[in-house]
């Protein structure tokens, strides 16, 4: 009764449609009207005329033919066009005449509330703070005598950390430079930089610009050296004439005898926060107004502190606006007070109002500071590895270089340049038990391939105003001190490969200051060396060393000098007394040893050179095994920052080994298993232990990226070098597809219905389009340096037809089977993150499509029976822990039902959609079971909304709801006059075409047929009458 009632509410509202008046009605009418009114002659004119003429008739034709005008030529039809150009043009078309407020009563949802949408991760890019410029415009003095040498670093007092390399800046006049030319080569246009880039990624009010003055090594102590230039002026000159004329001249004879060794000066440091305050103050008095009372200058800088003890995030160095300073006072250098220590009381002294150094008498100089942001893209930049970073329009052009930062914490970003960096920071030295003439010490650094003295790299960065790479380097020298203290540091571009006869020589030198006949200039008084590898670990950190007094013997590099060398003197009865700290900033060394020897047992592995030892084991084809295994297990302890930095590398390892299993004695080692667990733990460590790297679907953007531009299936091809990393876009689920695409939508690649014929547009050949790299702007970038050997437009390799490749088993079918099998601790690791694992199987699939060229194969044929059995085993257990833990674990089951449904949505691009349409059954089989056992539904009802929302919002819904079969469409809901007036129209009958009633039924042959357009309307349903719930 209720369905007759039902069909008659129908037809009353079929009868209340407006009707549509086309074109042919009204060519009928005219033409009905033409035939009953005038005489026969009439009507053959009438019907002869065009207007009349019946539509598709030959003679309409014809008309058409003789009166119609030319259409425009379309000249650009045969052009050859980049895809993105006319993707980007049809956007553009598409936007012109749009109506803008079509939507305008219905309100754009909250950002957080868009739970289908997915955005595209950023690309992995070099780690940058807050960037700040620096630039040294002048330096002058009260008498201009002698060549003065600057450096620049950045402090933080309150963690006693220095935080940035040195930059090296000489601002002599050509005349100064002039008496150096003897000892030095032309020098190279690195080495003439006067402006540099800091780099600031935890800015705090505590943060001091140290600037350190040297000059050439001369006979005095300091002291004596800085008396002529606080006392005498060149305005006095009448009066001081004969005595700046005799300092010249001795500063000219030391500048040609010891030109090459420096010796302290004077130093100065400025407050970054004062900078911060200037600018602050400068901003908020052009919004008061002029009545108003602004306080003095103290009252004001008093309340910016009061604000910046608030919090260090009020402390901002981006934003501030460009200052010039100008410093008036040099402190001079003390001779026993030169370490990092000492410098740390000075800068906590200065701060503090009745400062001990105000009392000192300054040395006066007037050096000027350029201090502003960095623009976006400033010009003429180098790396700390000198290389150029683009735009470089010039080179011709004094550059700027950027400084390395030594952060305070830990940064968690991984390794996307090459870099391998090592600094050298000589401390101090103990030669007061050391006999004979031993006062004037210089210690130099040499970085040694072997023993020979010819072996020497010229590997260690030059200062200023000199060669850009020199081969040793020499400490400032302390006059008359036989146990100096030092402040220099020496940075070293190491070579990737180490060997074991890599070494740091030091050279412990007396310098003869007063010139005397049969007396060298320098005299070698001890000796001392790191052997840079140990057990294939670069050395660093901290080392008190013993010296000794001769030579060191044949085949010493190997050795460290603690070892008791038979025949050798030593300094102190072989007590170590030179202090050094070596720190590597390297994407090389992991500097962590459960890092450390998984990379070495998988390139042992890789290499296949057994035996091998290592450390006190010696690995052979029969205990390989065991270590690799105990090595992959053992990544879980290893610390976090080198995890994260070297993660893309550690996990393209666990992928190779899961991918192409080892063969060791002739038989496969399966390490599938350990490496699921461990990437599974890996995983999970990164997403708990960066809390705020993630995004609204609760992914983290380190992890995202790495699947999105860096992951890539292992392939080797013979005769031809492995692929390396492939960044594309793929499956993505954004309002906007990556620039290189230039597409204004794209939610999933896919031809969503398996029978339909493959148009120009299909979605196969826009996989194949999206397999194309996207790069970043600076030169020494991961797009063109260690992750894509082919360039920037390096794109996947189709294998050969007659070619094979090396994969032993593909990445989705073992992950999918070892989820399924997996263990209560590893299965849980995965839940957890299993947004990783599903994004991680989908491109490996997509991969695997296109390296095989099974792009254009039948859906059902794209991948093996088992893999199929593994996914639908796979999406019934993870429903089964939604359905099942919704109630206990919210958070979880939320990110985990957002991930299934992903899932899905990716599958219906690439396997068979019928088969994807049973995964949905299953998931709402299990959902609807655990609704009829709940006393509270509305958990699982929002959560399978939130599934059918982003499965839905495929990029192909509309196809995807087409039927299978070929059934013929029903009558128009809407009939045209001519049809409604016909016979045969459905409409017009008194007996209803159950095909037109099926259109206004949610009934289970239109489910069958429109299987996703059904959910949603069956959600609705049950949403208007919940008592049809069962």
Known sequence: MSCANTAERHRDRQKELPRQDFERDEVAAAAEECGSQGDPEDQKRCSASLDNTPRGSWASSIFDLKNCAADSLLPSLLVRTAIEETDGRNEEQRKENRQREILALFPAPDEDEVVERCSIPEVPKEHFGQRMLVKCLSLKFEIEIEPIFGSLALYDVKEKK????????????????????????????????????????HPSPDIFLVIKLEKVLQQGDIGECCEPYMVLKETDGAKNKEKLEKLRGAAEQFCTRLGQYRMPFAWTAIHLLNIISSAGMLERETAESEGERRGTWNERKRKVHERMSVGEETCSFSNFRPATLTVTNFFKQEADRLSDEDLYKFLADMRRPSSVLRRLRPITALLKIDISPVPENPPYCLSPELLHVQPYPDLRVRPTKEILEFPLREVYVPHTTYRNLLYIYPQSLNFSSRQGSVR???????????????????????????????KEAYTAVVYHNKSPEFYEEFKLKIPANLTDNHHLLFIFYHVSCQQKQNTPLETPVGYTWIPLLQHGRLRTGQFCLPVSVDKPPASYSVLTPDVQLPGMKWVDSHKGVFNVELVAVSSVHTQDPFLDR????????????????????????????????????????????????????????????????????????????????????????????LEGGHDQQGRNRLLSSYIFYVFHLPVGEP???????????????????????????????????????????????????????????????????????????????????????????????????QWVVSASAVREAALHQAWFFFQLMVKSMAHHLFLCDKLEAPRKARFPRRF????????????????????????????LNSSLAFFLNDLLSLMDRGFVFHLLRSYYKQINTRLLATQNPNTLVALRMDFIRIVCSHEHYVPLNLPCSGLSPPASPSPSVSSATSQGSAFSSHTQDPRVANMFELSVAFRQQH?????????????LEPEAEG
């Open 868 to 895: 199929v059995d593994d996914i639908s085993a796979l999406v019934c257990a993870i429903s089964t822990e939604i359905a099942s833990r919704c109630q206990k674990d919210a958070e979880l089951v939320e990110h």
């Open 162 to 201: 220095k935080i940035s390399e040195n930059f090296y800046f000489d601002l002599n006049s050509e005349h100064m430079k002039s008496l150096l030319r003897a000892h030095g080569a032309h020098p190279a246009i690195s080495t003439l930089a006067r402006s540099a880039v800091f780099s600031l990624t």
């Open 1011 to 1023: 299987f996703l357009a059904g959910l949603v309307l069956t959600e609705l349903a049950l949403i």
């Open 440 to 470: 004037n010490i210089a210690v130099k650094l040499q970085f040694m391939a072997g023993e020979d003295p010819g072996q020497a790299l010229p590997v260690i960065f030059g200062k200023s105003s000199c060669s850009e790479f020199v």
């Open 719 to 817: 005769g031809l070098p492995e692929t390396g990393s492939i960044p594309y876009a793929t499956l993505s689920r954004t309002g906007g597809r990556p620039a290189s695409l230039g597409l204004s939508r794209s939610k999933s690649i896919s031809n969503s219905n398996p029978d339909l014929a493959t148009s120009p547009d299909s979605s196969d050949e826009q996989a194949q389009k999206t397999l194309s790299s996207k790069g970043i702007d600076r030169s020494h970038s991961w797009v063109n340096s260690a992750y894509a050997p082919g360039g920037p437009k390096n794109v996947l390799r189709r294998n050969h037809p007659n070619s094979s490749t090396d994969l032993k088993q593909l990445l989705h079918e073992e992950l999918a089977l």
């Open 598 to 689: 998984f990379f070495t047992l998988t390139h042992v592995l890789e290499e296949y050179s057994f035996p091998f030892r290592l450390k006190d084991v010696v690995l052979t084809e029969s205990n390989m095994e065991s270590e690799l295994k105990s090595s992959v297990g053992n990544l879980r302890v290893a610390s976090l920052e080198p995890l994260v930095a070297f993660s893309h590398q550690v996990l393209n390892k666990l992928i190779q080994l899961t991918v192409q299993p080892p063969v060791l004695g002739g038989q496969i080692v399966n390490l599938g298993r350990a490496a699921f667990e461990a990437m599974a733990v890996m995983v999970n460590q990164i997403q708990k232990g």
